[in-house]
């Protein structure tokens, strides 16, 4: 997580529930713009912001590079909502363009039964990787997951944000640089 986090004139908690919830919004009701949490920060950490990064609430932030990558996919009902960054004192905007991912995309193509190191919620709502596998865990998918966008997520899974080799691909080409984008190839069934 980034020292920035979102500045929103209603409460913070409505757009991140509808965040969450994977529903379209308009930019209206997303954060008005990102600052930095506490002033004094250096100017090269200030100027280092990686190509995506999380920001308070758990919001997925992208670069302009990210950004201009993604316009070559299918993003489905994804929406890149430009989001300005300011100072701490939030009046200096700082140089770049920045949009916030909000992910709406989903596809139902997680296979339980052939993943390795996942576990139900207690709720038995959804999936889950088990936390004490620290990252081991196999996530299967059907064939029919490579139709469609190409980054979404699976309502029946938590914390896995999917894409397919196509954008994978150009990411790694792009040299795309994140501090946690860690990409893991998926099983396919």
Sequence with gaps: MTKLVPHHDRPLIEYINLYEARVPVTPEQAPDYLHFNKSGYPEKL????????????????????????????????????????????????????????????????????????????????????????????????????AEGPDLWVDPTLSNRIFVSDRLYRAIKAEKITARSLKFKPCRVV
């Design 46 to 145: 200030k100027s280092s912001l990686r190509d995506i990064f999380e920001v308070g609430g758990g919001i997925i932030v992208i670069s302009e590079r990210f950004h201009d990558l993604l316009q070559g996919f299918d993003l489905g009902p994804t929406r890149l909502i430009e989001v300005p960054v300011f100072e701490y004192d939030q009046q200096r905007q700082r140089p770049g363009r920045f949009w916030i991912l909000h992910i709406v995309a989903q596809k139902t193509e997680f296979v339980p039964e052939a993943s390795e190191n996942v576990e139900m919620y207690p709720s038995g709502d959804a999936w889950k990787p088990d936390p004490w596998m620290r990252g081991d865990d196999v996530i299967a998918v059907r064939a029919s997951a």
